[in-house]
């Protein structure tokens, strides 16, 4: 992951970032992906690298409570807590992906480390109150211009610290929050893996550029 925070240089975080990986690329994904709804498979490399840079910030910490906005399969959620977080909220709007989180949860995490939540933000009431971190990868809106809109308005109604992955590409996240007096920073990109199946894609490769964002309540 290119950026200005570089988990990397001490033997023992490449071993710990490996042993990360490794672990969530083994939980179960969803192979039947839907694309109206831009559901894409974070890869384990790809997630690990990124809590490794939340937690170079000093924001993913022992004991802390997370919440996975827009969960999948739950690969960022459960790997936080493997990290070291207390517990973790999986919000998913997917039942089948909610059935599937729950089930990689189970396997590797204790009951009172993890809660599956299936809700549809915009549509559903979701509390997010009493949660040290938000993480997220919402729609990026190549399907529908807008899907991360209730994302957004329900990090800044939390008012709680939020990682985000979006488009590397957004230009409309900075201003969002701005506008509401948070702080913003990206500090990372990286390539993200896109699935043969998906039609609508046209890029080269199978992948695209994910960019990543700190935001920080007033």
């Known amino acids: 992951m290119s950026g200005k925070h570089n988990y990397l240089g001490a033997p023992h975080h490449l071993m710990r970032l490996r042993k990360l990986a490794m672990s ?17 498979v974070t890869p384990g490399d790809l997630a690990s690298r990124w809590l490794f840079d939340i937690q170079s910030f000093g924001d993913l910490t022992p004991g802390c409570r997370v919440v996975d906005l827009g969960a999948g399969n739950g690969i960022l959620g459960i790997g ?10 999986l919000v998913e709007a997917d039942q089948e992906l909610c059935e599937l989180a729950d089930v990689n949860a189970e396997s590797v995490l204790r009951d009172d480390e993890y809660e599956v939540s299936n809700r549809r933000l915009g549509k559903d009431h979701l509390e997010l109150g009493g ?16 899907a991360d809109a209730d994302f957004f308005e329900h990090i ?63």
């Open 24 to 40: 969530l690329s083994k939980l179960g994904v969803k192979e039947d992906l839907v694309a109206s709804l831009e559901q894409y």
């Open 80 to 89: 936080a807590v493997m990290m070291g977080a207390g517990f973790v909220k």
């Open 131 to 146: 949660y040290d971190l938000i993480i997220s990868n919402p729609p990026w809106g190549r399907q529908k211009e807008g």
């Open 156 to 218: 800044l109604v939390s008012n709680t610290l939020t990682h985000i992955m979006h488009s590397a590409n957004a230009k409309h996240i900075e201003k969002r929050f701005e506008d509401m007096n948070w702080k913003t920073e990206k500090y990372g990109e990286a390539d993200f893996p896109l699935p043969a199946s998906y039609s609508h894609h046209k890029m080269s490769r199978g992948v695209t550029r994910a960019g990543f964002w700190r935001l920080v309540p007033p």
